[in-house]
């Protein structure tokens, strides 16, 4: 080969984002109508297409293989830019945006690590935030610049987003991508974690499934939505389950056999926002459809407002309701809940407190040490006497025994669960009442 033809051949290195937005002009404008429905094929079609143009016009960027860089314009083009790989991993927990060049990546370990990767500029990041929006109908935009909403195809991914005006233009887009439960952990993931020891999950997951209402407690990411997923997913198949959501789907417990057919009984439900009053569907709402729905168990996301005095009045009608709310330890989670309640009346909060105890006898705290771990820090009963007193009883708890100071500023939590307390005899008659076997309940008490 001679030079003049040697130079018409060598590949010519371009910036990724200019290589990007000349495929995306050719593309668009001469294979626009030969794009199918099926995905499969979708894929090989346009990544032929990305592959032919690279090839005709001999153009490279530095830093990647041509492989490389097909697969890297392909995410840009009909995925999610960088971010593909992460929010389909099974080790990645939640993704941190705090502009388009400050990403965070949060694993299922604990650690959390800056992405060495970044959207190519502002505009982008907004781009590809709006896209993952769009798969469950989201729209963010200047008139709307806060959503909350999910990815559709990629299990229970919830996504919270905000953009200018409520941030700077030059920031792009904040978003909070956060992934419940990715690997889908069973109750010895939470064991071998030391989230809990054996016997407090034995011990919860049987007081779910025979009726027991509980509320789980703690801050945010403390692992409150994650542990109850687990919890939920032991409950027997033949059991409806009802869940209600605010907004965003983050349970996910249908289960399929190797066939792909549905082997459980759960209905997922979700509010719906509307700037029409009349067309707004609220958690409370849910709940009251959920009653006349024949549920075993229903599952009540977060309580946030009023939907908290209609999860209390259903958990005492004798149903069983399971739920999370936010607060800072056991007992406050019921002066938590009497402060909800008070959104829809304004009852005096003795009155209150007497039901929200009555409705939710079991309640756990949750909290994320200062090594990351994430531990059920205690597990009270409220026991309710014949007259009407009330005493909180501690069943299990975790003793923070020590702190170690590792290499690189890292800390380690030592402690051990404990249990303190055996249920009532109150609690004992009703689960006996409600199908558990005595063998069952024997094995709560202590010898």
């Known amino acids: 080969m001679n030079n003049k033809a040697s130079l018409f051949f060598q590949s010519k290195s371009r910036d990724f984002e200019e290589v990007l937005k000349e495929i995306q002009e050719y593309i668009s404008s001469k294979y626009a109508s030969l794009v199918v429905e099926n995905k499969e094929v979708q894929s090989k079609q346009l990544k032929m297409y990305i592959s032919k143009y690279l090839t005709d ?25 960088f971010l593909t790989p992460y929010l389909f991993s099974k080790n990645v927990e939640e993704i941190n945006i705090n502009s388009w060049d400050d990403i965070k990546i949060r694993f299922s370990s604990g650690e959390e690590e800056r992405s060495k990767e970044t ?40 996504i919270t987003a905000f953009a200018p005006p409520v941030v700077d233009k030059q920031v792009g887009v904040v978003a909070s991508i956060r992934m419940v439960n990715p690997k889908k952990l069973g109750l010895m993931d939470f064991v071998e974690k030391r989230t809990a020891s054996n016997e407090m999950l034995y011990f919860l997951e049987n007081i779910i499934r025979y009726g027991i209402s509980i509320c789980v407690s703690g801050a945010t990411n403390s692992g409150k939505t994650t542990l109850l997923d ?44 509307s700037e029409n009053p009349h067309d707004r569907i609220n958690q409370e709402t849910l709940l009251e459809y959920a009653l006349t729905s024949n549920p075993d168990i229903m599952v009540v996301g ?92 501690t069943l299990f708890k975790f003793n923070v025994e020590d702190i170690i100071l590792k290499e690189g500023g890292k800390k380690e939590i030592k402690g051990s669960f404990e249990k303190v307390h055996d249920i009532s005899e109150k609690l004992q008659k009703r689960l006996l009442e409600n199908g558990m076997p005595k063998r069952i309940i024997e094995g709560f008490l202590t010898n």
């Open 119 to 158: 959207f190519l500029s502002p505009v982008h990041a907004l781009d590809v935030i709006r896209r993952l929006l769009q798969t469950s109908g989201m729209i963010l935009d200047y008139a709307n610049p806060i959503v909350r909403g999910h990815l559709i195809g990629a299990g229970n991914v919830r």
């Open 230 to 273: 687990g919890l939920l997913s032991t409950i027997p198949d033949e059991k409806r389950i009802f869940t209600i959501e605010n907004n965003v789907r983050e349970f996910s417990l249908i289960k399929r056999n190797q066939n792909g057919k549905v082997i459980n009984n759960v209905v997922h439900t979700v509010t719906k926002e």
């Open 302 to 393: 977060e309580m946030k407002s009023a939907e908290a005095f209609a999860a209390q009045e259903a958990a005492r009608t004798g149903h069983g309701v399971v739920t999370t709310i936010h607060s800072n330890s056991c007992e406050a989670t019921y002066s938590r809940m009497v402060t909800l309640c008070k959104f829809k009346y304004d009852m005096k909060d003795e009155t209150l407190y007497n039901l929200v105890t009555e409705a939710f006898p079991i309640v756990l705290f949750t909290r994320q040490l200062e090594d990351k771990s994430r531990k059920i820090m205690e597990i009270i009963e409220c026991e309710i006497f014949p007259e009407g007193n009330r005493k909180v009883n």
């Open 57 to 81: 016009y001999q153009l490279s960027v530095e830093g990647y293989t041509t492989d490389q860089l097909i697969d890297k314009v392909y995410q840009e083009m009909s995925e999610f830019s």
